[in-house]
């Protein structure tokens, strides 16, 4: 369950470029919700979604995920509630890494990264399977540079780490339709607890 | 201009080139893995040196003598990595206060511009007297190389694990790192500490081989890391996929780096021109894949190669 309660956000406050982006905002998701945000360019559709991601603390307000108040708590920790796919293909991948390291890091959201090896042999097989669900022939190529991939390629694989680990939200931020990923035939989704996805 | 005492030079530079390839290991570190281009370590390269003198002149044993030194470099690169996450100063700004505030703390250490040690009286690991007429395992040559395994070791171990990848991943793409549950700012701490152990622990190496140690030491350091790092990826980048082997490529990169010095002295250049060409040479190979990109069209070919490549590593 997500609930957003009076949060606001203001943009270079106390400044001629002072921008109130929310405002008193309250929101209530609850388990399996399926949330569509729709809105003009600047309508605050992407300030929502870094304001529960946590990417900076909001104004006002508090923020609740699945019972926990994660107001204060910074982004990297709230990440274990949350699976994200960014707008922009490049951001939710990391090029210099190939595919099987960025499963790996993704599946290992939320844990602690001690001194076990980075990934395992047994995980490599689950990537594979998963790969193959996408159907875009990535099962073949584990080990190539994610950076080397298309802009569709690489959302593809964000959408399948931000789903590795079943997030208790998923947030999704659209691009534009020749970069969003065809939708894969067998639904990987489905035990989502709720999502919210704005275009 | 007699070949003869070129030749008589190498043994020298591969030592020394050795020992600055542990050094250019550590620039690697915050340059190419986190994607910082880290200044302090101009400063951590003469604190190793500094720490590891002070502490065999007072008594202590070689081994301490090292551990102090690469834990003092941790400490400098770790006061870089909280101005730049705490305070929020760009990272090459915070090396170069903390470069800046070393020049203070190394002369306190030293209490006066340079200490020098007789390294027939201290048991130092490595010295350039022992580059000829000593058993093989005494040679600075062998000694050195020794340490450049095992820290090439050391870090593929580190860079496989779940936290070694988390500091590629910070490197990589902080955003994504966040959202992914790593706290970039701890792993950018941590890279820093890493790489200034490293860089410390090659100036306590210098310390002993020079048999002293200087302030001035590290000035430029980066830029002869860097070279040594470009170096090292120019010559070998194609051949080398693994990790560890471009590390090793590093420590070549810094080799072949003092060869070049040896030879350039030897032919007479002014000393005082020196560090004009390194930065010159650094210049350029930096530049060259800027200009690659711009100027040359990629062959469809070698892309294919590429590919091809990354697939089968
Ligand atoms: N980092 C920022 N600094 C200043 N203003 C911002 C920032 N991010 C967003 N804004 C402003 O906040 C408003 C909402 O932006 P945003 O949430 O990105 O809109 P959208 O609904 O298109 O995603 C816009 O007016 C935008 O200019
Ligand atoms: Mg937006």
């Given amino acids: 369950m997500l609930e957003l309660s009076n949060i606001y956000k203001v943009f270079n406050p106390n400044t001629v470029n002072e921008k109130i982006a929310l405002k008193n905002l309250s929101l209530t998701l609850n388990d399996g919700d399926f949330v569509t945000v729709i809105g003009g360019n600047g309508a605050g559709k992407s300030t929502m979604l870094n304001a529960i991601a946590g990417v900076w603390r909001v104004d006002a307000g508090s923020i609740t995920i699945d019972g926990v108040d994660v107001t204060a708590m910074p982004e990297h920790r709230r990440a274990k509630f949350l699976g994200r796919v960014f707008q922009d293909p490049m951001m939710g991948t990391a090029a210099g890494m190939n595919i099987e390291e960025n499963l790996a890091l993704a599946a290992r959201r939320g844990k602690s990264r001690g001194l076990g090896w980075g990934i395992r042999k047994a995980e490599r097989a689950e990537y594979r399977e998963k790969l193959a669900m996408l159907e875009l022939g990535l099962e073949n190529r584990m080990t190539t540079k994610v950076g080397l991939l298309s802009g569709g390629q690489r959302q593809a694989l964000t959408l399948l780490m931000a789903t590795l680990q079943r997030p208790k939200l998923l947030l999704w931020t659209s691009t534009p339709p020749p970069l969003t990923p065809r939708p894969p035939r067998k639904c990987f989704l489905s035990p989502i607890g709720s999502s919210t996805r704005t275009s | ?313």
């Fill in chain 2, 1 to 313: 201009m007699d070949i003869s005492t070129l030749l008589n030079q190498m043994p020298g530079a591969v030592a020394q080139g050795l020992i600055w390839g542990i050094m250019a290991i550590g620039v690697y570190i915050t340059y190419r893995v986190l994607d910082i281009a880290d200044l302090t370590v101009d400063g951590t390269m003469a604190t190793g040196g500094a720490v590891c003198v002070m502490l065999l002149i007072n008594g202590y044993s070689m081994p301490v003598a090292i551990i102090g030194a690469v834990i003092a470099g941790m400490l400098a690169g770790m006061i870089t990595g909280l101005l730049h996450t705490l305070l929020g100063i760009p990272p090459i700004l915070a090396g170069i206060l903390t470069q800046l505030s070393l020049y203070s703390v190394n002369l306190k250490i030293l209490g006066s511009g340079n200490q020098t040690i007789n390294t027939r009286k201290y048991d130092v690991l490595v010295s350039m007297g022992e580059l000829k007429g000593v058993p093989f395992y005494q040679n600075p040559i062998f000694v050195t190389a020794i340490f450049v395994i095992v820290v090439i070791c050391v870090l593929y171990w580190l860079f496989g694990t779940a936290m070694g990848s988390a500091l590629r991943a910070t490197g990589n793409n902080p955003n994504m790192s966040r959202a992914q549950g790593i706290n970039t700012n701890t792993m950018k701490v941590f890279g820093l500490m890493l790489s200034n152990g490293i860089v410390a622990l090659s100036g306590a190496l210098l310390a002993q081989y020079d048999g002293q140690a200087d302030v001035q030491k590290g000035r430029g350091a980066i830029v002869i890391g860097l070279a040594a790092v470009i170096i090292g990826e120019v010559l070998l980048s194609k051949l080398l996929r693994n990790f560890a082997l471009r590390l090793c490529a590093v420590v070549v990169g810094g080799i072949i780096y003092y060869i070049v010095y040896q030879t350039v002295i030897w032919l007479g250049l002014d000393a005082d021109l020196l560090k004009l060409l390194s930065a010159a040479v650094v210049a350029i190979f930096l530049g060259i894949p800027y200009l690659k990109r711009r100027f040359v069209r990629p062959s469809i070919k070698s892309i294919m190669a590429q590919e091809e490549d990354s697939t089968n590593a």
